[in-house]
């Protein structure tokens, strides 16, 4: 732990139109803290009694699940100048989920029990920052209703009485049209047979989008990670050049695993891979959260379909050997 500044305080978007008397204020009680890549933060079920803020780096906000096999469900990816822990900021209530860093992360932390105490006595100055707050959550309201239209429109159009490839091409071309800066997406399969992915549906079409083994480098790094992958730094690039054109040329690419939650042996079936244009390497942190509901949308959805078709074929092997007994 460390002391803080003002200047670190402003780095924080809803600090930053506080006048500088209400930061040295806020100043006397925040600290830094420095956090390494893949470092808990806090755990599901711990006190709540600080809340945060990135001034640097990334923080994974993630639930637990309840198969082991299975990595935890992502719920949040928080960048520098955004808060996350707020509960802290009204009581001190156990932790509703676990927080981890992505990458080296330098935070700067609030006690709620001590800022609860300064609005109390400061009610004139403390009002700005609770407008701020306000002006925050409304901010992340507009964002999450955009980003839960699209998880809503996936799961109608998954819903629909067409065929599964249909189903499939229309849910992607509906995130394709729903959000800025995604250029072309891949869903792909794992292989009953082979140690490999083959692509379902690519969009546009057109594009090409080779068959992907188990042991290319862009799924070994995903599968090491089990979460939501972006190729963007020198090394992963390495790893994207492998594709062919016009993925190897995109300066972003993501990848999220499509598990089936009901086949804990073998959990991973598939991959929801999307070209982001360049400038646009935020997407997968203001969006990962609806990104990640897609993808387990669609794992559902395959999940079933593939289980129906094993019925079906186990259903036709029996009627063969009823007419053809012996």
């Known amino acids: 732990m460390g002391e803080t500044d003002v200047s670190e305080l402003r780095k924080i978007d809803m600090f930053a139109g506080l006048a500088a008397a209400q930061l040295e204020q806020l100043a006397s009680f925040a600290r830094a803290r420095e956090v390494q890549a893949n470092e808990t933060v806090f755990r599901q079920g711990d006190p709540s009694s600080e809340f945060y803020g990135v001034l640097s780096g990334e ?8 198969h082991r096999q299975l990595p935890p469900k992502v719920v949040g990816v928080v960048g520098p100048g955004a808060l996350f822990g707020e509960s802290a900021f009204f009581a001190d209530t156990p932790r509703n989920a676990t927080a981890v860093a992505r990458h080296p992360t330098r935070l700067i932390l609030f006690p709620g029990q001590r800022l609860r105490q300064w609005l109390a006595n400061q009610p004139n100055e403390g009002m700005a920052f609770v407008l701020g707050m306000l002006q925050t959550s409304l901010g992340r309201l507009g964002r999450t209703s955009h980003e839960l239209s699209i998880v809503c429109g996936v799961s109608r159009l ?8 249909e189903r499939l091409a229309a849910s992607l071309e509906f995130v394709h049209d729903s959000l800025m800066g995604v250029e072309a997406l891949a869903l792909y399969q794992r292989s009953a047979y082979w140690e490999e992915f083959a692509p379902l ?6 594009i090409p989008a080779p068959t992907l083994p188990l042991s290319h480098a862009m799924c070994q790094e995903a599968l090491a990670a089990a979460a939501p992958t972006m190729f963007r730094t020198p090394s992963q690039r390495q790893a994207a050049d492998q594709m062919p054109a016009p993925w190897n040329q995109a300066d972003n690419i993501l990848m999220l695993p499509l598990w089936d939650r009901d086949q804990t042996p073998a959990p991973m079936q598939g991959w929801l891979l999307l070209r982001i ?11 990962m959260l609806c990104l990640s509901a897609v993808a387990e949308s669609l794992g559902e959805a395959l999940s079933r379909h593939n289980r129906e078709q094993d019925a079906i074929a186990r259903s036709r092997l029996q009627q063969s050997r009823h007419a053809y007994p012996g």
Do not use: I, K, W, Y
Not at 61 to 66: E, T
Not at 158 to 165: E, K, V, Y
Not at 201 to 206: A, D, E, Q
């Open 59 to 66: 923080v994974v906000v993630q639930r637990d699940v309840a």
């Open 201 to 206: 549906v690519v969009l546009p079409s057109g």
């Open 277 to 287: 244009e360049a400038g646009d390497s935020t997407l997968a942190s203001n969006l």
């Open 158 to 165: 998954l819903g629909t009485a067409r065929g599964m490839q």
